[in-house]
Nanobody
C-alpha cells in the first residue's frame, strides 16, 4: 500500500507563499486521482485541488492562487500556495486514489497570520 508523507508546512504572513510536498513510498503512475484536501478546525474537510488524467480542478477559494503538480517520476505531489490568506489556515492532506486502497497523508499544518 502506498504511503504518503507531507512536508513544507509552517507559518507565514498574509500574502506569503508556501510549497507543500507529498512524497509517496512508491510510484503512483496508475492512480486514478491525485488530490489535496484541507481540514479547518470546526469545519468539514474541503477539497483544494484534484487531478484526474491531465485535468486539474481547484476549489473556488484557492483558484488562481494555488497550483498542484507532480514529479516526473510520479512519486510526489506538490501544492504551490501563493497570496496566502488567514482563511487558508488549515491542516493540508494529500491523497492518491489507487488500487487496491487509496492512500492518505497524515496532514501538515499551515498557519497564515500577521
Amino acid at each position: 500500500q502506498v504511503q504518503l508523507v507531507e512536508s513544507g508546512g509552517g507559518s507565514v504572513q498574509p500574502g506569503g507563499s508556501l510549497r507543500l510536498s507529498c512524497v509517496a513510498s512508491e510510484s503512483f503512475q496508475s492512480a486514478y486521482a491525485l488530490s489535496w484536501f484541507r481540514r479547518i478546525p470546526g469545519k468539514q474537510r474541503e477539497l483544494v485541488a484534484v487531478a484526474s488524467g491531465t485535468t486539474v480542478n481547484y476549489g473556488e477559494s484557492v483558484k488562481g492562487r494555488f497550483t498542484m503538480s507532480t514529479s516526473d517520476a510520479k512519486d510526489a505531489l506538490y501544492l504551490q500556495m501563493n497570496d496566502l490568506k488567514p482563511e487558508d489556515t488549515a491542516d493540508y492532506i494529500c491523497h492518491v486514489g489507487i488500487s487496491p486502497a487509496d492512500a492518505w497523508g497524515r496532514g501538515i499544518r499551515v498557519t497564515v497570520s500577521s
